[in-house]
């Protein structure tokens, strides 16, 4: 598997950087069609103790940097945080965003969405844990998918967590690919990149078949990956 595991070089970014960082991402999201204009959340780390992360029921493509939720991370709150400003109401997802920042310490932005192709494959009971295509492999190693959980419940960072803490990149079965990275830039790539493999992994099965690569090919290409990143 491949997971990284390094920090930034230039020091953490501003919040102002961050928040248009977010706001830009999940327009992006939004126009490349990986969302209905309520769903998905995008959030990142602000220093040791904050998170900014995307409103609740908001339309994701018209969102302001001033729109993002700064939270303080809280374990006393009942998601793990609480917002800053009392009137903004964060993502009914953050008690998935607040376990995966304790479980990968290394972990800086998170990105979910419900990318119509790799929710499909799940619906039809495919996986991408063997990718199918060579540069998933060496961008991401494996992609699993974690079995169904009630959306906003406890259940989610419950399934999740496991499997985080040896993968940058997972989908949530029925509900979209989860992507971790030491940017939100990084992340939506990330989340692209899943998405792209899924569209490729659908339209394979469209024409009758879509073998994935052999163990000992994909093996090959996580040792030519880990090659690469120690350049």
Known sequence: MQVSRAPFSKGPPSEHTLRRALADAAR????RGHNAPPDGNLSARLGERYLL???SGVHKGRLAPEDLVKLARDPRAPLGARAIEPRQRAS???RMHVALYDARPDVLAIAHAHCPHAVALTVAGHTLDRPVVPEAIL????????PYASPTTADVPAAVVGIARDHDAFILERHGPVCLGRSIEEAVSRLEIVEHTAKITLLA???GSAAPIDEAESARLREIARALAMR
């Open 53 to 55: 992360c995307t409103p």
């Open 92 to 94: 009914s997802e953050l």
């Open 139 to 146: 961008a991401l190693g494996s992609i699993p998918t974690v």
């Open 28 to 31: 992006v999201l939004y126009e």
């Open 205 to 207: 099965l469209a024409t």
